[in-house]
């Protein structure tokens, strides 16, 4: 350490990460600067924390002996994409043909749910899911699993391996599904309380109450959920509301009394922070409102939104009313783990409500968006001081299509739409959690 860098305490740092960085400090609908972009950056880290983000001029020399240095020079460092709806469980059904929601989860979502009463089957596919998340540079996600405890452990446990900061849940529902697959509002009381005592804030790990969604919980089982959250005022919880019409007229017919789809759950007081509802299609002026002023948050789920004909999310009424979105795979109705062929459809799905989504606002929704969407950006989403060093390294010419684009690109922002439109997994060359390399795609 020398007195040219008075302010960068080198001394006690133990990683650094040398690449062209990008990362987002707010909103860029709200502010011309919300991103920040490093063309020859270097990332110092201390046991996987962010010390600074600096120009590697000024400090390359500077690093103490040891240090251990990932050189990515000529890749792009953003930090990891964040996920904020999907099922583990539905990885292996993922492209079922031909059906519509409540169809589809009759047909081949219940069957394949199932399964996940078998733990030894239950730790293979969350296994596996956890490789298609570092393998698409996402590094944290919100993730149902079945209705089964063990399907509980078996995603926390490999995310535990793996030290991924992972939301989730064991699915609650107490009606209008195979009996197999049904809970009571006592036993999905007594074992959500448990798997919070084992796994909330253990480690990385974040517990949410995970209600199916409103058909399939009666109004008991919906207070239970209420209940867990007043006693665990620190946890999550997540669901799914508007996501068909037919859906949507289904909940009209089980709960008369309620204004809108929205309101069944407001009325059990589920709306607040750290309330995530995946879809958010069909609702309305008042529904959006109520999003708004409880701080409840939407996961924009294009995939599953085309792939099962639901509807199309509209971000400008979101915007409108400034509530908290982020992009989500929502696997197995979505067609695909990485959050870079997400962000594609989600651009295609605002051109046909004759909406705008900038490249900056997509890698937003998918970082630092998606972050404060799930109440993790005090811990995750940016690459400021003291956050946690989840980060994907990414190559934007990964295929020969994507090299022949990038040559005549001239602007960062043509670049990263070039890579939300063309990239995938190939593009993801390595993925890092708490500064350490997780995933690499040229060992595999
Ligand atoms: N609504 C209730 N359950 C599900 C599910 O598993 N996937 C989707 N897309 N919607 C749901
Ligand atoms: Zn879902």
């Given at each position: 350490m020398t007195s040219d860098l008075p302010s960068l305490d080198t001394d006690s740092c133990d990683t650094a990460i040398r690449a062209s960085f990008l990362h987002f400090l707010s909103d860029p609908d709200k502010s011309g600067d919300a991103h920040e972009y490093l063309d020859d950056g270097l990332l110092i880290l201390r046991q996987g924390r962010v010390q600074a983000l600096v120009e590697a001029v000024d400090a390359i020399d500077y690093l103490p002996d040891g240090t251990a240095l990932y050189d990515y020079?000529?890749?792009?460092?953003?930090?990891?994409?964040?996920?904020?709806?999907?099922?583990?469980?539905?990885?292996?059904?993922?492209?079922?043909?031909?059906?519509?929601?409540?169809?589809?989860?009759?047909?081949?979502?219940?069957?394949?749910?199932?399964?996940?009463?078998?733990?030894?089957?239950?730790?293979?596919?969350?296994?596996?899911?956890?490789?298609?998340?570092?393998?698409?540079?996402?590094?944290?996600?919100?993730?149902?699993?079945?209705?089964?405890?063990?399907?509980?452990?078996?995603?926390?446990?490999?995310?535990?391996?793996?030290?991924?900061?992972?939301?989730?849940?064991k699915v609650m529902m107490d009606r209008n599904a195979p009996e197999n697959l049904c809970d009571t509002a006592e036993s999905s009381y007594r074992q959500s309380s448990e798997l919070i005592q084992r796994w909330h804030l253990k480690g990385r790990n974040l517990y949410a109450v995970t209600p199916r969604f409103a058909p399939c919980s009666s109004p008991a089982q919906l207070e239970v959920c209420a209940q867990l959250i007043s006693e665990h005022p620190d946890i999550y919880l997540q669901s799914h509301v508007a996501e068909n019409l037919d859906e949507v007229r289904w909940v009209s017919e089980l709960f008369p009394d309620n204004?809108?789809?929205?309101?069944?759950?407001?009325?059990?007081?589920?709306?607040?922070?750290?309330?995530?509802?995946?879809?958010?299609?069909?609702?309305?002026?008042?529904?959006?409102?109520?999003?708004?002023?409880?701080?409840?948050?939407?996961?924009?789920?294009?995939?599953?939104?085309?792939?099962?004909?639901?509807?199309?999310?509209?971000?400008?009424?979101?915007?409108?009313?400034?509530?908290?979105?982020?992009?989500?795979?929502?696997?197995?109705?979505?067609?695909?783990?990485?959050?870079?062929?997400?962000?594609?459809?989600?651009?295609?799905?605002?051109q046909l409500a004759g909406q705008s989504l900038t490249p900056l606002k997509a890698f937003y929704l998918a970082t630092l968006g998606a972050a404060e969407a799930l109440y993790i950006d005090h811990r995750l989403g940016n690459f400021t001081v003291g956050k946690e060093a989840d980060f994907v390294v990414l190559d934007l010419a990964a295929t020969e299509l994507m090299q022949c684009r990038m040559e005549q690109a001239q602007t960062l922002e043509e670049r990263l739409f070039a890579l939300m439109m063309l990239g995938d997994d190939r593009s993801v060359q390595a993925t890092h959690l708490m500064g350490q390399r997780q995933y690499s795609r040229s060992t595999q």
């Open positions: 020079s000529g890749r792009l460092v953003m930090p990891g994409f964040i996920d904020t709806h999907t099922h583990y469980p539905q990885s292996g059904m993922i492209a079922s043909h031909g059906l519509q929601l409540l169809d589809w989860l009759e047909q081949y979502t219940f069957p394949t749910e199932t399964r996940f009463a078998e733990r030894e089957y239950a730790d293979k596919i969350a296994a596996f899911f956890c490789e298609q998340m570092l393998r698409n540079g996402t590094t944290t996600s919100a993730v149902f699993a079945t209705v089964h405890s063990e399907s509980v452990d078996a995603i926390f446990e490999q995310a535990q391996q793996r030290n991924m900061c992972l939301i989730a849940g204004r809108s789809y929205l309101d069944v759950y407001d009325s059990f007081d589920l709306l607040g922070p750290r309330a995530m509802f995946a879809h958010c299609i069909h609702l309305d002026q008042v529904d959006r409102e109520r999003m708004a002023a409880s701080g409840a948050a939407m996961a924009f789920c294009p995939t599953s939104n085309l792939f099962l004909g639901s509807g199309l999310f509209s971000l400008d009424d979101a915007r409108a009313q400034d509530i908290r979105v982020g992009i989500a795979t929502d696997v197995g109705a979505g067609t695909s783990f990485s959050l870079l062929q997400t962000l594609n459809e989600a651009y295609k799905v605002c």
